[in-house]
């Protein structure tokens, strides 16, 4: 791979790479773009055969959240941060997360981070002793963290792919299968049975799966190797890499695909497949806005029903998107891409303006 021909077909800004032995910490750290503020974007812990595939997957990432923050008028950029372990289900020591956090000081103010799926909250306060940009910390949500509010954009979202596939946003009786129970995921899957809807869950982690049908006794359970043989309303993919299939799209398994992972799709040409069979894609990029909307408003200093408000707006954008995709037969995602695009080259051009430097009496 061709590392600055990636990160020109991607638009980077920068691509960083830290080593440290004593811990066996191996980091990447991608800017994408900070025409809009100080790069955002999650830290993920995931294990890589291929250091290619890392790298590869740190660019998509970080220019999907340069778009989140941009289609729901975030004034943040877009980062991405993934740390490479070969034992991603153990738990990290103080030493490896702090020794990350300080690595992380490098980048000052330009760069804020919030953990993703498979990270506690006393990893987060490890890393932020280090370096405290880091978004999501227990005093400001409590122990289960911005999960709440990164569920409620889903909702969001779903919501009004519901309105346009079934020509209602109530999910009352839909079939919902929920693949891999984040924390984020969980929120979800309570919210969706408030709605009434009939949810199916998978997990490769039985305890998460026990947990959750203790307390949701109505919810159904198939294992991960099955859910491309079930046949449901909506999926909703939450974490991992590549689950929407040609093989689940083909088969025509749901009606709309809607989740939460931010690399959901088996290959890039998988949006156009299900465009051709009928089936919606919610764009990632609008799916995962509520995560740029919690860094915007924590950073900012706005309170819990700012950021609802703010969130809510997933709604209003993703409708846009569905109708300019009906009337002009493109993809969402390639409408969305361009919403997305449209504003960054605003602000562009905004910082080109020369105002002198001056004080106004």
């Given at each position: 791979?061709?590392?600055?021909?990636?990160?020109?077909?991607?638009?980077?800004?920068?691509?960083?790479?830290?080593?440290?032995?004593?811990?066996?910490?191996?980091?990447?750290?991608?800017?994408?773009?900070?025409?809009?503020?100080?790069?955002?974007?999650?830290?993920?812990?995931?294990?890589?055969?291929?250091?290619?595939?890392?790298?590869?997957?740190?660019?998509?990432?970080?220019?999907?959240?340069?778009?989140?923050?941009?289609?729901?008028?975030?004034?943040?950029?877009?980062?991405?941060?993934?740390?490479?372990?070969?034992?991603?289900?153990?738990?990290?020591?103080e030493g490896y997360l702090r020794a990350y956090g300080r690595f992380l000081r490098s980048f000052g103010?330009?760069?804020?981070?919030?953990?993703?799926?498979?990270?506690?909250?006393?990893?987060?306060?490890?890393?932020?002793?280090?370096?405290?940009?880091?978004?999501?910390?227990?005093?400001?949500?409590?122990?289960?963290?911005?999960?709440?509010?990164?569920?409620?954009?889903?909702?969001?979202?779903?919501?009004?792919?519901?309105?346009?596939?079934?020509?209602?946003?109530?999910?009352?009786?839909?079939?919902?299968?929920?693949?891999?129970?984040?924390?984020?995921?969980?929120?979800?899957?309570?919210?969706?049975?408030?709605?009434?809807?009939?949810?199916?869950?998978?997990?490769?982690?039985?305890?998460?799966?026990?947990?959750?049908?203790?307390?949701?006794?109505?919810?159904?359970?198939?294992?991960?190797?099955?859910?491309?043989?079930?046949?449901?309303?909506?999926?909703?993919?939450?974490?991992?890499?590549?689950?929407?299939?040609?093989?689940?799209?083909?088969?025509?398994?749901?009606?709309?695909?809607?989740?939460?992972?931010?690399?959901?799709?088996?290959?890039?040409?998988?949006?156009?497949?299900?465009?051709?069979?009928?089936?919606?894609?919610?764009?990632?990029?609008?799916?995962?806005?509520?995560?740029?909307?919690?860094?915007?408003?924590?950073?900012?200093?706005?309170?819990?029903?700012?950021?609802?408000?703010?969130?809510?707006?997933?709604?209003?954008?993703?409708?846009?998107?569905?109708?300019?995709?009906?009337?002009?037969?493109?993809?969402?995602?390639?409408?969305?891409?361009?919403?997305?695009?449209?504003?960054?080259?605003?602000?562009?051009?905004?910082?080109?303006?020369?105002?002198?430097?001056?004080?106004?009496?």
């Amino acid at each position: 791979m061709d590392i600055f021909e990636e990160m020109q077909k991607y638009g980077h800004e920068e691509l960083n790479l830290f080593y440290e032995p004593e811990f066996d910490l191996r980091a990447i750290v991608s800017i994408h773009n900070s025409n809009l503020g100080t790069a955002f974007g999650v830290t993920r812990l995931a294990d890589y055969f291929f250091e290619d595939a890392a790298i590869l997957d740190a660019l998509k990432l970080a220019r999907n959240s340069t778009m989140s923050a941009s289609i729901l008028n975030c004034d943040l950029g877009g980062a991405s941060s993934i740390l490479i372990s070969d034992e991603t289900g153990e738990e990290k020591g103080e030493g490896y997360l702090r020794a990350y956090g300080r690595f992380l000081r490098s980048f000052g103010n330009r760069f804020c981070t919030m953990p993703d799926s498979g990270f506690k909250q006393k990893d987060i306060m490890f890393i932020s002793k280090e370096f405290p940009n880091v978004i999501g910390q227990p005093e400001f949500y409590g122990s289960d963290g911005p999960s709440y509010f990164i569920a409620y954009g889903a909702l969001c979202g779903i919501k009004a792919c519901a309105n346009e596939v079934f020509a209602s946003a109530v999910l009352e009786k839909k079939r919902i299968l929920v693949q891999d129970l984040t924390p984020a995921a969980i929120q979800l899957v309570k919210m969706l049975s408030n709605e009434g809807a009939e949810i199916i869950v998978t997990d490769k982690y039985y305890d998460n799966v026990k947990r959750l049908k203790d307390e949701i006794s109505s919810i159904q359970i198939v294992r991960p190797d099955e859910y491309e043989d079930i046949t449901v309303d909506i999926f909703v993919p939450c974490s991992g890499i590549g689950m929407v299939t040609e093989k689940y799209i083909t088969e025509k398994r749901c009606k709309i695909v809607a989740g939460m992972a931010k690399l959901q799709l088996a290959s890039d040409d998988i949006s156009e497949l299900m465009h051709k069979n009928g089936i919606l894609y919610a764009p990632g990029i609008v799916m995962n806005a509520a995560e740029a909307v919690v860094a915007f408003c924590e950073i900012f200093g706005h309170d819990d029903d700012h950021i609802k408000n703010h969130i809510e707006q997933i709604s209003d954008v993703m409708s846009e998107i569905l109708v300019k995709s009906r009337e002009t037969g493109e993809t969402p995602c390639e409408i969305a891409q361009k919403t997305a695009i449209d504003r960054l080259l605003v602000v562009h051009k905004l910082k080109k303006i020369f105002t002198g430097n001056f004080a106004v009496s």
